[in-house]
């Protein structure tokens, strides 16, 4: 589309996390007439940490934030595999490091702050809770709970895992239950045991229980994450600190001891989801992002990645296609493969055992997630 249209197109993105927010940026730098509508009445820190590839700092170096984004986060060459003991299985850089950009380990709120700190002001709407959406072919009707009506030429659906732009428009398929719990904390590194040393993320894995170690050292912080299988698919569970400590049994003493020493208040437990790959993102005005389009389970850390880089995508589409609806079909064509691959990766998971088995003779998952 001609520089022209671009500043013409009034955009309205549907949720202000990873990819809502990293689309609202790149077509922001076209010229876009671009909101985003928020449901949440207020922007905190939740969550924990995660690792923005090499490809992904490459775009924010092309929209203008790398430094923004480099402030907040700590620079990361490897990560490792190790046995729940912590013998080392593997390490390998990360796929796509170069001399100039590599990963980069980062809070998850500090990553939100530092994405929307970058959008033009005013442009984030917080409060709206969408009710509907209403697909006019070349133009689309948002009502909120607040009362709130908005018109846009393009619907962006970044509304996560429960997308309503999703379920109203292109897929009417609930979340799929992983069979394991999550358990989430940022702690001081002080509080560590000895465990963190350098900037590299470390998984020990065992028993169908698998621990992250990924280190916030700009923040003098680690991100302690604990995968484990449960049956139980209650989205929010309630779970005590010997239920988790139960989980890493027989791990590396120094891990008992941090889920030992957990603040339960500061945990964030949940039932792990992801969704089947939709067969169709977009209409000729609408279209998915992120989680609302191919939620993926943690296992290989590309939720996020895949989120931003739909950011990137779709802003690219539409600067070359035609037409909003020629834009949204290039786009899909791009990205659908990729992140339908990266879900059933993804769903696959690691053991010990597996570690061996995918590992001769092929990429390592990391490499083919990048």
């Known amino acids: 589309m001609q520089a022209a249209d671009l500043k013409k197109l009034k955009i309205a993105v549907v949720g202000a996390g990873y990819?809502?927010?990293?689309?609202?940026?790149?077509?922001?730098?076209?010229?876009a007439q671009v909101n985003v509508y928020e449901r949440a009445t207020e922007i905190r820190e939740v969550g924990a940490g995660i690792g923005l590839r090499p490809g992904t700092m490459?775009?924010?170096?092309?929209?203008?934030?790398?430094?923004?984004?480099?402030?907040?986060?700590s620079r990361s060459d490897y990560f490792e595999i190790r046995t729940a003991t912590g013998d080392e299985i593997m390490r390998e850089e990360w796929p796509g490091r170069t001399e100039q950009t590599?990963?980069?380990?980062?809070?998850?709120?500090?990553?939100?702050?530092?994405l929307l700190g970058a959008l033009p002001p005013g442009i984030v709407h917080l409060g709206h809770t969408l009710d509907t959406v209403v697909d006019r072919g070349d133009h689309s009707v948002l009502t909120f709970a607040n009362g709130a009506t908005v018109e846009a030429d393009l619907v962006i659906g970044?509304?996560?895992?429960?997308?309503?732009?999703?379920?109203?428009?292109?897929?009417?398929?609930?979340?799929?239950?992983?069979?394991?719990?999550?358990?989430?904390?940022?702690i001081s590194i002080d509080d560590a045991y000895g465990m963190v040393v350098?900037?590299?993320?470390?998984?020990?894995?065992?028993?169908?229980?698998?621990?992250?170690?990924?280190?916030?050292?700009?923040?003098?912080?680690?991100?302690?994450?604990i995968t484990a299988l449960c049956d139980d698919g209650t989205w929010a569970p309630r779970v005590t600190r010997?239920?988790?400590v139960a989980t890493v049994e027989g791990f590396d003493e120094r891990i008992v001891n941090i889920a030992r020493e957990l603040d339960m208040g500061t945990v964030n437990v949940r039932a792990v989801y992801d969704i089947d790959p939709v067969e169709t993102w977009h209409s000729e005005s609408v279209v998915l992002v992120g989680d609302a389009a191919h939620s993926m389970l943690h296992h290989q850390g590309q939720g996020a990645n895949s989120a931003i880089l739909d950011g990137g995508a779709l802003a690219d589409a539409l600067s070359t296609a035609d037409s909003v609806a020629a834009a949204?079909?290039?786009?899909?064509?791009?990205?659908?493969?990729?992140?339908?691959?990266?879900?059933r990766i993804s769903?696959?998971?690691w053991t010990e055992d597996e570690v061996d088995d995918v590992f001769p003779g092929q990429k390592t998952p990391a490499q083919a997630a990048e």
């Open 158 to 186: 970044a509304d996560g895992i429960k997308s309503v732009v999703r379920h109203q428009l292109f897929s009417d398929e609930d979340p799929v239950f992983s069979g394991e719990h999550a358990y989430r904390a940022v």
């Open 242 to 244: 010997d239920d988790i």
């Open 347 to 349: 769903r696959r998971g």
């Open 102 to 114: 590599t990963t980069h380990l980062i809070h998850r709120g500090d990553f939100i702050d530092a």
């Open 58 to 73: 490459d775009l924010f170096r092309r929209w203008g934030i790398f430094d923004a984004i480099a402030a907040v986060s």
């Open 328 to 343: 949204l079909a290039s786009y899909q064509a791009t990205r659908k493969p990729v992140t339908d691959e990266l879900q």
């Open 19 to 31: 990819g809502g927010a990293a689309a609202a940026k790149a077509l922001s730098v076209l010229g």
């Open 198 to 225: 350098d900037d590299n993320l470390r998984m020990y894995i065992g028993k169908g229980t698998k621990v992250y170690l990924l280190p916030l050292r700009h923040r003098n912080q680690v991100s302690f994450d």
